[in-house]
């Protein structure tokens, strides 16, 4: 999930896919409240939780 090569030092490109989920009215709500306040958009915040989502299981998988 890197964005720059560790061996490198050379940043890697990352090509984005179009997805399609379902998310609750409440989650929707508190993501646009967020994405207000923080300037960020709704699908920045969720590429950023699903980030932090995979490493934590990353690390979870590897240490388990």
Same mark, same amino acid.
Request: aromatic share 4%.
């Given at each position: ?6 061996? *490198? /030092? ?7 896919? #179009? ?6 009215? %409440? @989650? ?9 306040? *923080? /300037? ?7 590429? #950023? ?6 490493? %934590? @299981? ?7």
């Amino acid at each position: 999930w890197n964005l720059i090569d560790n061996l *490198s /030092g050379v940043p890697i490109i990352h090509t984005m896919k #179009r997805v399609n989920f379902h998310l609750t009215s %409440l @989650e929707l709500e508190a993501l646009k409240e967020l994405s207000k306040r *923080s /300037g960020l958009s709704v699908a920045e915040l969720i590429r #950023r939780a699903i980030d932090a989502y995979l490493k %934590l @299981e990353v690390g979870n998988a590897q240490t388990g």
